[in-house]
């Protein structure tokens, strides 16, 4: 089951939230989003959990969670949607000849 992770403190690495959410269960992936040009962490990132029951408890424990001085928002993440359906066509408000 995949988690988003929100308001993260920027100094959390994916280390500290493995061992975080590894305490409920077991943790297949970590990933923090973090800015292209400088690298930062953006504030977000996401945890995959082998198992929906553990993750669920995770969930549940974790949300409000207050690491690194910071209340995290922990929610099943939502699906990807397809980027190349985002906005019904490939016409672009230019004008048709």
Excluded: P
Excluded at 71 to 97: C, T
């Amino acid at each position: 089951m995949k988690i988003f992770v929100g308001n993260l403190s920027h100094e959390v690495n994916e280390q500290e939230l493995t061992a975080l959410f590894a305490e409920h269960g077991s943790v297949s992936n970590v990933r923090i989003v973090r800015d292209i040009s400088n690298q930062m962490s953006r504030g977000f990132g996401f945890v995959e959990m082998v198992r929906k029951v553990e993750a669920k408890k995770a969930l549940k424990t974790l949300n409000d969670f207050e690491l690194r001085g910071k209340k995290m928002s922990v929610n099943e993440a939502k699906q990807e949607r397809d980027r190349n359906s985002a906005g019904g066509g490939k016409n672009f408000g230019g004008r048709r000849r």
